[in-house]
């Protein structure tokens, strides 16, 4: 399996050896809260949470900057452009206090990207897809997950190889016609041969006995400690939601 998402799931940390289901329980109500408040300093209170977790985790703050970038990709514009107001007659005008909701939306989005890297990314990902299951999610659900994951980077190869394929005979990409038309018979393609490889993979999952359920050799027993990391989640959580209204009025 690539070692995209779980690239640092073997390392040492206080989140790596927390249950997986229970890791994902408490950060998913943690960043359900997040998405519920609304004021800023709630807000910024979050984010740092969410630089704590990332720091505790040890994940290489380079390889989470580097998924950041397509998020930011949205955010920045979104910062900019919230606090401009067109009225009718003045034109365009920048209003201060919308600046406000720009950073509460930008730090809010940023804190729930971040906490998905200490929860997903400090566990083998078909670990945390068994957690899941065990969690309640449903099985097409899982598989959807799991299969995207696992055959994204399959067809990422091929589309690398198609590309090399077409350089070596000449092709100059660029903004006209023949591109577009090349590049449609690529994609088509793709699709093609995609569609035929995933019936094959069916057949071969079905001949070996595969009926939808996730199954590990070895699943460890949940420790009190594991009970306890989730409490300090639940508690982090509630002063969360409480302090955002408090702050609020």
């Known amino acids: 399996m690539h070692p995209e998402i779980d690239r640092y799931a073997g390392l040492s940390s206080p989140i790596h050896s927390w249950d997986c289901g ?104 078909h670990r945390s897809m068994k957690s899941l299951q065990d969690l309640g999610i449903p099985k097409m659900l899982i598989q959807t997950f799991l299969f995207t994951y696992r055959y994204l980077f399959v067809y990422l190869d091929q589309l690398r190889k198609m590309r090399i394929a077409m350089k070596s005979r000449g092709f100059q990409p660029g903004f006209n016609k023949n591109s577009f038309k090349t590049y449609g ?21 079905k001949s070996r006995g595969y009926d939808g359920h996730i199954r590990i050799l070895y699943e460890p027993a949940r420790q009190p400690l594991d009970w306890l990391k989730l409490t300090v989640l639940i508690i982090l959580s509630i002063v969360l939601a409480l302090g955002d209204r408090l702050w609020l009025t």
């Open 185 to 205: 018979n690529m994609v088509g393609m793709l699709l093609f041969t995609s569609f035929e490889q995933t019936e094959r993979i069916l057949n071969s999952m």
């Open 22 to 125: 229970l890791k994902i329980l408490g950060f998913s109500l943690l960043i359900l809260v997040i998405a519920t408040i609304d004021g800023l300093i709630a807000t910024g209170i979050a984010f740092g949470l969410a630089l704590v977790f990332l720091w505790v985790s040890k994940i290489s703050v380079g390889f989470v900057l580097d998924r950041l970038k397509w998020v930011l990709f949205f955010l920045i514009p979104l910062f900019f452009l919230l606090p401009l107001q067109y009225e009718f007659g003045s034109g365009w005008s920048w209003k201060s206090e919308n600046l406000g909701l720009a950073l509460t939306i930008t730090l809010r989005a940023l804190a729930i990207t971040i906490l998905i890297f200490p929860m997903l990314g400090t566990a083998p990902f």
